[in-house]
Every structure is written in C-alpha cells, then in structure tokens.
C-alpha cells in the first residue's frame, strides 16, 4: 500500500518552472537564431545566441540558489544547449558565408555540430569525476560565441560573405574540433564569487561593461578568441611532454576503463593541487 502511496506521489509531483522556464528562454533563442538567418538578419541572429548563453548561465544557478535540481532539469537543459549551441550557431554561419562553398561549407557546419553534440555527451557523463577547475575541450556556448561573434562582426561591419567563406569555414571547422579535443580550459570555479573585493574591483567590471558596449561585436568575439587559444596554452604548461593523448580522446572502450587504474592525467591534477596548497 505504501508503494502505491509512494507511485502516486512521484506521478504527481512536476517539474520546477523558474530553472527550467529561463532554459526554455536559452531554446527560444537559439531557435529564433535559426529563424532570424533564414531571413537574412543575421546581426539579430547572432545576438540570440548570446543571450541563450545568458539563460544558459542562470539556469542551472537559479537551480542551485532555490534547491530545484531535477534530472529532468539536466536533461532539459542539455537539449537545449545542443540546439543554442550546436545546431544554431552551425545553421546561421552556413546562411551568412558557408552556403557559397556547396558541400565544404556544409560539411563545416555539420563538423561543428557534431563536436557540440560529442562535447555535450562526455560532459554529461564525466561531471562527476572531472577535475571541476578545468573543462576538457572548449565547452559548446564558448564555441557558439565564436562563431556567432564572427557572423556579428561581418553583419555589423558589412562585410561581404564571400569573400570571407574559406576563413568563415576554418574558424568553424577549428572550433567545432577544439570542443572534442583534451585541451584543458578554465572553468573559473575555484574563483569565489562571493568574497569581498577592493573598491577598484568594481570600478574595472564597470570599465569591462563599458568596453564590451562600445564595439560589441569585437569585444566579445575577441575575448572568446583569446579564451580558445587559451587552453592549448594551460595544456602545453602543465604537462612535462605534449603527448597526443593531451590533445585527442582516446578510445571510447578504453577510455571508459580509465577511472580503475591512475591516469597521467589524474596524476598531473594531483600535483597541480598540491602545489595550489
């Protein structure tokens, strides 16, 4: 009898609307993105992508801040993030310059979103046991900023598609790659957000705020560039020998059989704790 009590209850209870009402907002944007290239605004197509990278960043705070976790929550929020983040981004950069290539420019644009699509799926099943200080590969909204800074930044300063096609197709193809590559990037989570900083803490956000709206197609497309270039840079620092290992997955099976024995790569986390200590 209690079973069934038990049964009921897990059939009545629903989801928690805030976490998972601004993932919905991340979704609406990144498909609007879509919607917004196929008519030719890709300016307003790329600045849906940021703001899904927006929601995306709340969504899973608010969760945490108002104790509303839920599997279905996670699950939600990765389908949405492989449609903000893998097929948007993909789908506006083809409608602005990777359509005059034919099959090169398509074929860019699906390497990208296949490498979100993989870069979502090892997330999801290594969050438990990856070094929390580090992601490995660029992570998906990172890469859609990329290229959605790149799309932006020719809308905004009219720059003609075709000339810039081959470039347009490198840029995806590179950052669709680095989402499936073993390069270390920081996750800015040993930060602590909530101790006290200086008065002049708050005068340079102000500062950031202020440069990010003078050019902001530039600014963003420009940090998220330097970001990507970023981890091969940590990756080649902390390890004594670049091996391929440090740069490419290896294979799934024996992947999968890594957390019985000690890796070297668990081995340089170590050590990089204890000299953090």
Request: proline share 3%; net charge negative; no cysteine.
């Amino acid at each position: 009898m209690s079973d069934n009590s038990e049964t009921v209850k897990s059939h009545r209870k629903g989801i928690y609307l805030l976490p998972n009402l601004l993932t919905t907002a991340g979704l609406f944007s990144g498909f609007y993105a879509v919607i917004a290239s196929m008519n030719s605004q890709f300016e307003s197509a790329a600045v849906a992508i940021f703001i899904a990278m927006i929601f995306d960043a709340l969504d899973g705070r608010v969760a945490r801040m108002t104790h509303t976790q839920s599997a279905f929550g996670a699950e939600y929020d990765s389908m949405a993030d492989m449609v903000s983040f893998g097929i948007a981004p993909a789908l506006v950069a083809y409608n602005w310059a990777l359509h005059d290539l034919g099959k090169i420019g398509w074929l860019a644009a699906f390497i990208f979103t296949a490498g979100a699509a993989l870069r979502l799926a090892r997330f999801n099943t290594t969050v438990d046991t990856a070094d929390k200080r580090y992601f490995k590969g660029l992570a998906s909204p990172a890469a859609a900023a990329i290229v959605a800074g790149m799309v932006w930044l020719g809308a905004e300063y009219e720059l003609n598609p075709e000339s810039f096609g081959f470039l347009a197709t490198v840029i995806t193809i590179l950052t669709g790659l680095l989402m499936v590559s073993n390069f270390r990037y920081s996750s800015f989570k040993e930060v602590n957000w909530k101790s006290s900083v200086p008065f002049i803490g708050i005068l340079l956000v102000v500062l950031v705020f202020v440069v990010v709206a003078t050019e902001p197609a530039l600014v963003l497309f420009t940090l998220f560039s330097l970001y990507a270039l970023s981890g091969p840079i940590i990756t080649y620092r902390s390890v004594k020998e670049l091996k391929a290992r440090d740069v490419v997955e290896k294979d799934p099976e024996e992947a999968g059989s890594l957390p019985q024995t000690e890796t070297s790569e668990q081995k340089d986390n170590e050590q990089i704790r204890k000299s953090d200590k």
